[in-house]
């Protein structure tokens, strides 16, 4: 049963695929809760329930592959804790027989829920970053994890230090992480030549997360527009570089809040030079079999730990923000200091086939870049949301071959 919440040329479309690829975003990006992670296996596999009809002696060999592995790793790793072989296993599976429940229906159907549970995304923290905007007294001040919010019934949520500028973040925790998706939603809406105006209404939304990450997926978005409307409407490309000529004066706030963090002149861009100098070091020690999934503490025993954060950091700011402050937020790496070099090109290969992107080469690419900006400043390759791509590749490419040449999305 599906319901349709708005009509005409744009509408809002839920079912329970929906709600479970919504469910599938929720548990690695949505706003924290006790034993989210846990709850949400035994949910989504249950509404994926279908899939176990599929489940075939090729299903077993790619499980078997993969588990095999994640248990060969574990032996060389005393850091790589049980609880997480058990618990990455468990998303692994549940990402699988998610994909499998399309398997009679086909990748197409993916491709359509999977957009369709980004636009109610869009839709929610649109809403809710306009409500804020005109009405924030109805807003109040909650912390359900670790991280500041304001939120009006529990429903919307902004978030940010009390006098600066509030960040969208909708529903998940995080605006870098509401920024990815709306990236991706904007890919996607391009892809499919959706009116020009819901395109920049999705930008505005992309704007209202104040994300650094989101600005650079943007830019990709940017070119990709062009590229997708050079041969079809030459006028709307020029009007489009004369605007952004224009409005220039935007392109240098970005810019200056690009340069601020490349430049590491804040604690944000500060950090993610300390995760990159930090990564490459654990590879280099574990370049093949990798350190395993660990604990944040694993990374107090290493001593070139304290030598890269006391370069980069004050003595002052080391004592206010403490070591490895916020973790280690790498996601890109994450995948080699895990798993080692080998697997993780193996991993990010499969992830670049992924049957949601499209089978055009600059199309995979720019989808592959708009992922891995965000990866290297979101730690969520440890989640169901980042597996669904490199096995629906494992699982669907041949298939998704055929049906994307008569799909427009």
């Not at 697997?343 to 891995?372: D, S």
Request: charged share 15%; glycine share 6%; proline share 2%.
């Amino acid at each position: 049963m599906e319901l349709t919440i708005l009509r005409n040329r744009y509408s809002l479309h839920l079912n329970k695929r929906i709600v479970t690829i919504l469910l599938i975003i929720f548990q690695g990006c949505g706003i924290d809760f006790p034993k989210k992670g846990v709850i949400l296996i035994f949910i989504i596999v249950f509404l994926s329930r279908k899939g176990f009809k599929y489940f075939s002696y090729s299903s077993f060999k790619h499980l078997l592959f993969i588990f095999l592995f994640l248990i060969y790793n574990k032996l060389f790793n005393s850091a790589f804790d049980l609880s997480k072989l058990l618990f990455v296993s468990a998303l692994i599976f549940e990402s699988y027989i998610f994909l499998l429940s399309y398997k009679k229906i086909g990748v197409s159907v993916l491709a359509d829920d999977f957009y369709n549970a980004l636009n109610l995304i869009f839709f929610h923290a649109f809403v809710g970053y306009i409500l804020y905007l005109f009405l924030p007294f109805l807003f109040t001040y909650s912390k359900p994890s670790n991280y500041p919010y304001y939120t009006l019934l529990n429903i919307f949520y902004v978030t940010g230090d009390i006098g600066s500028t509030m960040r969208n973040t909708g529903l998940l925790w995080e605006p870098g992480l509401l920024q990815l998706m709306l990236n991706i939603f904007l890919f996607f809406s391009i892809k499919r030549a959706a009116p020009n105006l819901f395109l920049l209404l999705i930008c505005l939304a992309i704007f209202s997360c104040f994300s650094t990450s989101g600005y650079f997926c943007l830019i990709l978005n940017y070119f990709y527009f062009l590229r997708f409307n050079l041969n079809k409407d030459k006028k709307l490309v020029s009007y489009v570089l004369f605007f952004s000529v224009l409005f220039s004066s935007v392109l240098l706030f970005i810019w200056k809040d690009i340069a601020d963090k490349m430049g590491g002149e804040n604690l944000s861009g500060l950090a993610r030079y300390r995760d990159l100098y930090i990564g490459i070091e654990l590879i280099k020690e574990k370049p093949f079999f990798g350190h395993g999934i660990f604990e944040e503490a694993y990374l107090y025993t290493k001593d070139y730990v304290s030598q890269i954060q006391n370069n980069l950091f004050s003595e002052q700011t080391l004592n206010i923000i403490g070591n490895v402050a916020g973790g280690y937020v790498n996601g890109f790496l994450e995948i080699f200091i895990w798993f080692g070099i080998p697997a993780a090109i193996l991993v990010y290969h499969y992830f670049y086939r992924n049957v949601f992107a499209g089978n055009h080469v600059h199309e995979k690419i720019i989808f592959f870049c708009i992922m891995c900006f965000t990866f290297i400043a979101e730690p969520i390759t440890y989640t169901s949301f980042f597996f669904i791509f490199p096995l629906s590749a494992m699982m669907y490419s041949k298939q998704n071959e055929m049906q994307l040449k008569e799909l427009s999305i």
